[in-house]
């Protein structure tokens, strides 16, 4: 455990990488109130940290204009003791390693890889950084979920090269969900979503932020340059929608049960 409560395995971090770096703070400070600090550029490449009253909440990246043509998106960290040898499991257990086990200095140690249905994930061994420390609040990331394309050698990977525990929640043709957990504690979801996606749209991690009003967020949001993908509907864990903001990185919003 750290001083967040963040256990191995669950998720710890959350990054953008953006295309336009003033528009993406611009949008998310009148969106949720973040406020931001820039590390140093030589040290850390203009990683920015963004702040929900005072608590660290996500990193900002400015991509690279190399022509490489990334899409501007929102990544999930997962906490690891050891990035070395989960690494080696990872890979192992069939994962493709995108970017191999480095050093953050002060910070700790990052890597990021491919699951066995191609959704990136990426991996975090605590150094200085012990991970966010606001989470399910609002302006905070509340809720992790996996839209998989490959749902059983999926569930079967994290729970194998990360050592969590699972839970299925719905195991129909329709709906098919497995949460992943510490003891008790949901961590992070995984859903079947092979029968929706279309071709072209890879197997992805998807970020909900915590609001207390989403009809009024999602409004906001659309004066913002947001465009809404998946339109507010109530469901069992609350209010929730999907969005992509205003450089085109998906996010949704989820507003708790009253």
Known sequence: MNPQGIPAGAPCWIDLMT???ARSQEFYAALFGWSYEAGDAEKYGGYTMAYKD???VAGLMQSQTDGEGYPDMWSTYLRVDDIESTMDTAKNAG??????????????KMAMIGDPGGASIGMWEF??????????????????????????????FY???FGLQTSVMSDSPEFRYTN?????????????????LPDEVPSSWQIYFQTDDVDATVAKALTLGATVINA?????????????DCTGAMFKLVQPPA
């Open 95 to 108: 994962a493709i390693p995108y970017m191999e086990p480095m050093d953050v200095p002060e910070q700790g």
């Open 180 to 196: 992943l957990i510490d003891g008790d504690k949901e961590l992070a979801g995984i859903m079947d979503a092979a029968a929706f």
């Open 159 to 161: 729970k194998n090269v």
């Open 19 to 21: 295309s336009d770096m």
């Open 54 to 56: 005072g608590k660290s």
């Open 232 to 244: 507010a509907e109530d469901s069992p864990y609350g209010r929730i929608a999907g969005l992509t």
């Open 127 to 156: 150094g200085g950084h012990t991970g966010f420390q606001a989470h399910e609040e609002a302006g905070a990331a509340a809720w992790h979920e996996l839209h998989s394309k490959n749902y059983p050698a999926t569930v079967d």
